[in-house]
């Protein structure tokens, strides 16, 4: 990370000054010895939106957003065979150099890299099928795509992004992070309970982790080069191993149905793992020395990705079914801001210095028909008992004109259970259930639910598009490939 130079008008400017210069903590994905870099105009936080295929980019100085990316069309435009754009904009990671962007889409296999100081696009990669993560080597000599649909991570030419290896997993990479040091990179399953040790010289596996469960989406390593911390959604933990030989497994922490992604911060009060609980609405924050949880955050609805600023004084949060960024201020532990944002964002990254110069507005667009969202809850019924009162199932209704995406973080049921979502006539869920997608919990009870259809004009009673009689969304239990009593309703 490189050191800004700024003027200032006053003593007190001037001591700041004095007083950063010499902090040298580190942040993740960088080195412990590297220079914080205090938040300012020319740092850019990203967003990959899912389900607008757009990516946000907002300005953490006054955590405002500039605009969007535009990657892709909304359903049911990119339904056509003809249709060139990207499909569900998803994964995200960034050059050492903080110049080039690199963004998934799991729809349309493809990595796009993106100029950070222009908005640009300048390149697409198109890789295997289904994606999940890429990111630079910490030299930028390779980008790394985990190619979660097949069983290799994909090794892109850092500078012209054209794939020249590949590097065989086990099915399912799911995400791959580095060793601050560049030696090692470390590529964790989401279809089998193993993560993968690879010496990033030789592309050879060095070791292996057992996982508690084979679905783990994120990984992250500390700016130390001690530890490696990684989730695992379906059954809501995170655990911890050795960075270095012989890879031990440290630590496993039970952190809460939907874990989603994890994330470094190291501050004057010791270095954190910040982690993502979207069955809760919560991050939760460790310290890595001893494992101690030091503060649950309340954030909003489902919260998925996670990225620290380049000096550790802020955490960005994706809100994948609230639409928004939220912004934690890392000493107090309290949300300081929420920007609304694209629809249902997936991985964060911030960068420092993406801007070096000018207002990096250039390319953007404004939010247009992502920014129309319908938020929802539903509550567990009378009869049922055992469910998490304070993290009722949130349900969005992304807008992509006359059709909406639906999606459902579930959480409260039983585990390892068939369920429908559906709608039904009646308020408490009596009388005929109209399916709308069947689904299957993990082993936490929990479940992302996902549906398309005109479905914000039956079950919204303000919109001004609704026709005919209203319905009302439900989760029941499948008994015998039929809906059984009624779990779950629509909160009015």
């Keep these: 990370m490189k050191r800004r130079i700024f003027q200032f008008d006053t003593l007190a400017g001037a001591i700041a000054l004095a007083v950063s210069s010499v902090a040298f903590a580190g942040q993740a994905p960088g080195s412990e010895s590297a220079p914080d870099v205090p938040v300012s105009h020319h740092d850019r936080v990203y967003a990959a939106e899912q389900f607008s295929n757009t990516v946000s980019v907002t300005d953490p100085a006054d955590n405002r957003l500039l605009g969007v990316i535009r990657l892709g069309d909304p359903s049911p435009g990119n339904f056509s065979p003809l249709y060139r754009g990207q499909v569900l904009v998803h994964g995200m990671g960034f050059s050492p150099d903080h110049k080039t962007l690199a963004v998934v889409s799991i729809g349309s296999n493809s990595v796009t890299f993106i100029d950070t100081a222009t908005n640009a696009i300048k390149h697409v990669t198109y890789v295997g099928r289904s994606p999940h993560e890429a990111f630079f080597t910490p030299d930028g000599k390779e980008v790394w795509v985990t190619v979660r649909g ?83 959604k379906d059954v809501g933990r995170t655990q911890v191993f050795e960075a270095k030989p012989p890879f031990r497994l440290l630590k496993t922490l039970d952190t809460g149905p939907i874990t989603n992604h994890v994330n470094i911060v190291k501050n004057a009060n010791g270095m954190f793992a910040y982690v993502t609980i979207g069955g809760l609405n919560e991050v939760k924050v460790f310290r890595t020395d001893d494992y101690t949880q030091v503060a649950t955050i309340p954030v909003g609805s489902l919260p998925h990705g996670v990225w620290p600023s380049g000096d550790g004084s802020r955490v960005y949060v994706g809100l994948e079914n609230g639409d928004a960024l939220a912004a934690i ?151 015998e490939g039929k809906p059984g009593s009624v779990a779950q309703v629509q909160a009015l």
């Design 150 to 232: 097949e069983n290799y991570v994909a090794v892109l030419d850092g500078t012209t992004f054209e794939e020249k290896t590949r590097i065989m997993t086990p099915a399912g990479p799911g995400m791959q992070i580095f060793s601050p040091d560049g030696k090692y990179g470390y590529v964790c399953s989401s279809f089998n309970p193993e993560t993968d040790v690879v010496s990033v010289a030789d592309h050879q596996i060095v070791g292996k982790v057992r996982q508690d469960s084979p679905f783990c989406p994120n990984i992250a390593a500390t700016p130390d080069g001690k530890q490696v911390w990684f989730t695992l």
């Design 329 to 479: 201020d890392t000493m107090t532990n309290k949300v300081i801001a929420q920007v609304a944002i694209g629809q249902a964002p997936q991985a964060v990254t911030y960068v420092p210095d993406a801007v070096p110069s000018g207002d990096g507005t250039q390319n953007l667009q404004p939010l247009g028909v992502a920014g129309n969202t319908a938020h929802l809850q539903m509550i567990p019924t009378a009869a049922e008992t055992g469910a998490p009162a304070k993290s009722p199932t949130s349900v969005a209704l992304f807008d992509q004109g006359l059709l909406q995406v639906l999606q459902a973080s579930v959480t409260g049921l039983k585990p390892r259970q068939p369920y429908v979502l559906g709608l039904a006539d009646n308020p408490d869920g009596s009388g005929a259930i109209e399916g709308l997608a069947n689904f299957m919990t993990n082993p936490a009870g929990s479940a992302i639910v996902n549906a398309i259809g005109q479905i914000r004009q039956v079950v919204s009673v303000n919109d001004p598009q609704a026709k005919g009689t209203r319905r009302y969304l439900v989760i029941a239990p499948l008994v």
